[in-house]
């Protein structure tokens, strides 16, 4: 089992940089396939980014290619989330998830996580 807290959240202005960070406790963290999801206010939780065990492999949402890297340090146990363009439709709770694989293959669906944190949020003004 895998225990994931996020922090780096705040409030940016539109065109502004956050990095969220996502420390996990345990020594098996490299075991984990490991991926961000946003919940904006009223609706659903979206897949954002998502890094396979190695840190090999990397995938985007088309909303934010580009803008954002993902990245872990896995001797930290760490996950990051560099933010850049921020734009105000970017503002929502930020979520960090655990896959427990060391496939090469991505997981961009909810289902394909099995631990979470509890959220940090990020709010980006106009």
């Known amino acids: 089992q895998v225990q994931l807290v996020e922090s780096g959240g705040g409030l940016v202005q539109a065109g502004g940089s956050l990095r969220l960070s996502c420390a996990a406790s345990?020594?098996?963290?490299?075991?984990?396939?490991m991926g961000w999801f946003r919940q904006a206010p009223g609706k659903e939780r979206e897949f954002v980014a998502a890094?396979?065990?190695?840190?090999?492999?990397?995938y985007y949402a088309d909303s934010v290619k580009g803008r954002f890297t993902i990245s872990r340090d896995n001797a930290k146990n760490t996950l990051y989330l560099q933010m850049n363009s921020l734009k105000p439709e970017d503002t929502a709770v930020y979520y960090c998830a655990a896959r427990r694989s060391k496939s090469s293959v991505i997981a961009t669906s909810m289902m394909g996580y099995d631990y979470w944190g509890q959220g940090t949020q990020v709010t980006v003004s106009s």
């Open positions: 345990g020594r098996t963290f490299s075991s984990y396939s």
């Open positions: 890094i396979t065990w190695s840190g090999g492999n990397t």
